[in-house]
């Protein structure tokens, strides 16, 4: 991890229950930001939001458009867990954003393994947690999310049509952020105390509820290999098993899931 200067925020704006809020108007990144802040504060459950990113970044090694009317923050979390679980804060925060969108709009909502929101099958938003471990546990973790609110569509390149989507296209109308990120913030909060408490087969049960590829014939990619099967089901620490061509179950824990679409 480099380090890079932690800029001054606008405002360290209030608290959401426990999570104080560092307000910014843009940034590099916000999960950067959060990493500094995290290197040499030794708290947890702060929450660092920007109206727009410069170089927000996506999952294995992506970009993420960061223009303003999205939301986009990460929070500082001191999980006691290994970095091997590290993927269940990932699904945490999907399924809090998924339970606030479905909640504030009622609008139809999936999961996807292992870090997408989608409506109506297109993503809406993504997670990108990332680590600092200290003798075999997580010292600490930053939790990315990023919702397209406000967004229009043509900021997306051409590429992306068709596969993402945003509140206020899906709604025909601007939302309230503040609200949307209140309430994923409470739902995130009722979801780690779980977590601190050993409950995490709750969570895990409640995400695969919104998972609607569970079940689908699926291609997993990850760098060099292509696997085709059914997705079968999650483990115990989150990473997805398929069931394989010739029936033999096989562990993914980083990869892309595209669904195959029925002949
Ligand atoms: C993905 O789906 O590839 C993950 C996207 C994560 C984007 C969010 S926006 C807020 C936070 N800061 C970043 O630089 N990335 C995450």
Known sequence: MSSQRIPEPVDIQHTILDYKI????????????????????????IVILAETQTYGKGRLGRRWISPKGGIWFSVILRPRITPKEALKLTFMASSAVAKAIKKMFGLKIEVKWPNDVLVNSKKICGILTETSVKEDLIDFAVVGVGINANINLEVFPSHLWGKVTSLKHELGYRIRRRALTRSILQNFEHHYKRLQQGRWNI??????????????????????EVFVGKAWDLDEDGALIIRLENGILKKIVVGDVMVRKHP
């Open 203 to 224: 969570l895990r049960q409640e995400w695969k509820s919104m998972a609607a590829f569970l079940g689908e014939q699926v291609e997993v990619t990850n760098s060099n």
């Open 22 to 45: 560092y307000y910014y108007d843009n940034v590099s990144s916000t999960n950067d930001i959060a990493k500094e802040i995290a290197k040499k504060s030794g708290e947890e459950k």
